[in-house]
């Protein structure tokens, strides 16, 4: 079943097509790699994804509704309940703890519960440093914490923009591990990415040249029981 | 955890753990609500010191006998117990009666007072040696002591000439007799008569004393034509029917016929005599005013001297209120018909209404532009705090904040700060208003409990209106753009 189909997608900057005719359909439950050269217009995708902007032209269906037409305030109900975001710079509140910066997506979403924000930050295992501050952690730690943020309101969708991009070894195979975890619990994955291996953990490949979507592979790897 | 708790947690933190920039819009809104506190303050209590202040200038109100009444210090204090004793600074009685220097018959204004309260009421006398502490002593104006060339130490011995109105007895009237009488005329001062009655009763042999009157207008009471017009006249006289006023001099003209008819026979018609006391100067009064005229007493010893106790003729009151209070401590005497009638000393009260209106828009105009200030500092610190937020309000819009979260996320900061900065001001507005207090009108102040709430809840407001500005820049921020992450 289709969770996201995009249709004819176009974002143009003045005489820039930063995407251009784009048509991607993502069914509900997949983990789906985006790549391409720096510039191809992967962030401007994921922000359409994530009714953080428009296109200039096409429909983007979330869920049936087309996003595209929405008023902005719909589209922040609509991130809210819907999505949860992973960026390629740990974005945390730098004055507030671990633990409250996951609670403060639960703030905008519902119902602040440090217990349950605890226990997203013991799945990324950071538990024992839920009351740091931001600077008193690692980039890896960091966005550990993000994607206990981004799991926490249990979003339909993951929209993940090179999570990875500034992460050693390490961290990396423990956010990997994460989004085998939400996948396998039936969370939609979208994570665009630079390296090949993390491409590889997803179930297929969507690859961007100059705005358009130069090719799609369907990932014969997958392992769906990795950890 | 509920929401608000959350949201407490959320602006502390930004407060607390973002401490420096905080400071700079904590401070701003410190200062602007400590310079409000302290001049709202100083407001409240100017005026207080100021009627202190005016007081030393002298009475505020006057109590005099209503008409056909006496006054007396009893009477007077019975209807004071309409004004609050913590307001009644001062009240002085003064009882004024002519009386003459023995030693060269020269006539002059005694008043009778109580000198304890002549203090407060008139602090502005200077006595050159000392207020007269015991029976017997007197202070005498500066223009006596020139007069008759006493000072600190001398003795004098004063006369009184019984005046009409006071005299009780009426002894028998028989053709014959010679009789001599006086009266208060002109500025309290006496006029003396003398006269004989033929056998059917008429005046004959009329003499007038007007020298203490002034010499162009009572003075012409002593010239024949009016003189004249006693011989042969009939006691009691009406002036107006049996006798003429001088144009004029209605004053004098009235104690002549006030002395004619309360005239009392006497054997030595030049030597009209009542009691003799022996009396020590203390000290000399400079004024510059009419007080410098008289000689003062102690009411006991005026009463000694008279042989009448009890009457004053007025009772000077120094009354720290407002001139609207003043007003209606004025209108409360006179409705309680006590026998008394208030007045207030006009020209006292309107300057000290007028001051009080300048320093009131003087306190006004600075308060306006200390509140602009304020909220022009705390707007701009508010504006950089956006802009250094920028990428955080990004991500709060990411994460699913509204814009009407983002509003009161900042408008709760705001508040939070000017919650602060104004209990802050109110104390160093306090120590402000106390510094000022203590060198301009060397006093100090009563910390007023209510400014300091009220202090916060403006300091709120202001720092509230002051982020509308930068709430709007935070809401206009894009996340895409903050989050794209080049
Ligand atoms: N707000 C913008 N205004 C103008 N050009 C933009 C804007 N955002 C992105 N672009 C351009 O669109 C293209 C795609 O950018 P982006 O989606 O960020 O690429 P990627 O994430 O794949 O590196 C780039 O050429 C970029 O310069
Ligand atoms: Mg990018």
């Known amino acids: ?227 | 955890m509920s929401r608000r708790k959350m949201f407490l947690r959320m602006i502390t933190a930004s407060l607390l753990r973002r401490r420096s920039r905080m400071l700079v819009a904590l401070l701003s809104i410190a200062i602007g609500a400590a310079i409000l506190s302290g001049l709202v303050t100083v407001y409240y209590d100017v005026p207080r010191q100021m009627q202190a202040e005016f007081r030393s200038y002298g009475a505020n109100m006057l109590l005099v006998p209503a008409e056909g009444e006496k006054l007396s210090v009893e009477k007077a204090a019975e209807a004071l117990h309409l004004i609050p004793s913590g307001q009644l600074v001062g009240q002085t009685p003064y009882r004024y009666v002519s009386v003459q220097m023995m030693r060269n018959q020269q006539t002059f204004v005694a008043a009778g007072t109580d000198f304890d309260q002549v203090r407060t009421t008139s602090p502005y006398f200077t006595v050159e040696g000392d207020y007269p502490s015991g029976a017997r002593q007197i202070l005498i104006g500066k223009a006596v002591a020139d007069t008759i060339g006493a000072k600190t130490g001398s003795v004098v011995e004063l006369s009184f000439h019984p005046q009409s109105t006071e005299s009780t007895e009426t002894a028998e009237l028989k053709p014959g007799a010679t009789l001599a009488g006086s009266a208060v005329g002109f500025n309290q001062n006496p006029v003396y008569v003398s006269f004989s009655l033929d056998e059917e009763m008429k005046i004959r042999d009329f003499t007038v004393d007007v020298s203490s009157q002034t010499e162009e207008y009572g003075g012409q009471c002593g010239e024949e034509f009016f003189t004249r017009q006693f011989t042969g006249a009939s006691l009691p006289l009406t002036l107006g029917e049996d006798i003429d006023a001088v144009s004029g001099a209605t004053i004098t003209s009235t104690a002549v016929v006030e002395a004619v008819n309360g005239a009392r026979p006497t054997e030595n018609a030049a030597a009209v005599t009542g009691n003799t006391l022996n009396l020590q100067v203390t000290g000399v009064l400079e004024t510059g005013g009419k007080e410098e005229n008289y000689i003062f007493m102690s009411l006991d010893d005026l009463g000694v001297l008279t042989g009448e106790k009890d009457s004053i003729d007025v009772m000077e009151l120094s009354v720290s209120a407002g001139a609207e209070e003043l007003n209606s401590y004025v209108d409360a005497l006179n409705e309680a018909d006590n026998g008394v009638t208030a007045r207030l000393v006009k020209r006292i009260t309107n300057s000290e209404t007028a001051v009080l209106d300048k320093l009131q828009a003087l306190v006004f105009l600075v308060t306006a532009v200390v509140l602009l200030l304020t909220m022009i500092c705390v707007s701009t610190t508010m504006m950089a705090v956006v802009t250094e937020r920028r990428k955080e309000i990004g991500l709060r819009k990411a994460l699913g904040a509204s814009d009407g979260s983002i509003r009161t996320e900042f408008l709760g900061e705001g508040m939070f700060l000017g919650m602060l900065g104004g209990l802050l001001g109110a104390l160093l507005g306090f120590g402000f208003a106390q510094i000022i207090s203590v060198n301009v009108f060397g006093g100090s102040i009563t910390l007023q409990p209510l400014l300091v709430p009220i202090t916060m809840i403006v300091s709120m407001i202001i720092s509230a209106l002051s982020c509308m500005l930068p709430i709007k820049h935070a809401i206009a921020i894009d996340p895409a753009l903050v989050l794209k992450g080049e």
């Open chain 1, 1 to 227: 079943m289709s969770l996201l189909e995009l249709k004819n997608v176009s974002k143009i900057y003045g005489e820039l097509k930063a995407l251009d005719k784009v048509n991607i359909h993502v069914d509900q439950g997949e983990w789906v790699a985006i790549m391409g050269p720096s510039g191809s217009g992967k962030s401007t995708m994921m922000n359409i994804i994530g009714c953080m902007d428009k296109p200039t032209m096409g429909e983007v269906l979330l869920d049936g509704v087309d996003i595209a037409r929405e008023s902005s305030k719909k589209l922040t109900d609509i991130r809210r309940d819907k999505i949860g975001l992973v960026f390629q710079q740990f974005h945390m509140v730098n004055y507030l703890t671990a633990v409250e910066n996951v609670m403060v997506s639960q703030y905008y979403h519902s119902m602040p519960d440090e217990k349950e924000a605890l226990d997203a930050l013991e799945l990324v295992g950071l538990r024992e440093r839920a009351h740091h501050l931001p600077s008193q952690l690692s980039g890896g730690e960091q966005q550990r914490v993000c994607v206990a943020r981004a799991l926490i309101n249990h979003p339909e969708l993951i929209l993940a923009d090179e999570p990875t991009g500034n992460l050693d070894e390490a961290n990396e195979n423990i956010v990997l591990s994460l989004f085998r975890q939400l996948h396998r619990e039936g969370t939609t994955l979208i994570v665009v990415t630079h390296d090949p291996e993390v491409a590889e953990a997803a179930q297929r490949t969507i690859v961007l040249e100059h705005g358009r979507v130069a090719r799609e592979v369907n990932n014969e790897n997958f392992d769906p029981n990795a950890i």
